[in-house]
T-cell receptor, first 112, second 110 residues
């Protein structure tokens, strides 16, 4: 089954404790993105990647890092999480940037 | 910057027709997507328009006017399961990034 898988689905952590949210897709897509979704603000892009070893900042990249060492994986790293990073996070992939995006199930992160 | 506007919320009756509007002002344009998102779930693809005109797909239709920076999603024969947020997203020319509007919450009542 074609899918985008994120882990974990839910995470509560403390300020400053490094964490990684994993994202994997099995569709051989070149384009992958991370978004955060907050009430009243909609989906905002954090980082995107057009291919292996090619990543770039989206609209809200501060406090996040990504890597794309393999085509299927695109982890999101929070080196020192802060409470303002409490949000619902989605990973997405598409064959190209102008084709339909498939979203993961979401990760609800709470930083206390 | 990118500016994508959608109304916040609308209520409609089961069986009715509802039109969800989206206006955009962006630095470049590759096409416009509509996604549906149920509460707490991931967005799912509904339609894609790159040329002016109407695209019909079952109960859902989407319209685009590039010269006016305007699109709408038309939902016919509304069902209770159509209660969701509808997201308009523009694919930006150059890097193909997706810029989303804030979404329009549609509530379907019996």
């Amino acid at each position: 089954e074609a899918q985008v898988t994120q882990n974990p689905r839910y995470l509560i952590t403390v300020t400053g404790k490094k964490l990684t949210v994993t994202c994997s897709q099995n569709m051989n897509h070149e384009y992958m993105s991370w978004y955060r979704q907050d009430p009243g603000l909609g989906l905002r892009q954090i980082y995107y990647s057009m291919n292996v070893e090619v990543t770039d900042k989206g609209d809200v990249p501060e406090g996040y890092k990504v890597s794309r060492k393999e085509k299927r994986n695109f982890p999101l790293i929070l080196e020192s999480p802060s409470p303002n990073q409490t949000s619902l996070y989605f990973c997405a992939s598409s064959l190209e940037g102008i084709t339909e995006a498939f979203f993961g199930q979401g990760t609800r992160l709470t930083v206390v | 910057g990118q500016n994508i506007d959608q109304p916040t919320e609308m209520t409609a009756t089961e069986g009715a027709i509802v039109q969800i509007n989206c206006t955009y002002q962006t630095s470049g344009f590759n096409g416009l997507f509509w996604y549906q998102q149920h509460a707490g779930e991931a967005p799912t693809f509904l339609s894609y328009n790159v040329l002016d005109g109407l695209e019909e797909k079952g109960r859902f239709s989407s319209f685009l006017s590039r010269s006016k920076g305007y699109s709408y999603l038309l939902l016919k024969e509304l069902q209770m399961k159509d209660s969701a947020s509808y997201l308009c997203a523009v694919s930006l020319y150059g890097n193909n990034r997706l810029a989303f509007g804030k979404g329009n919450q549609v509530v379907v009542i019996p």
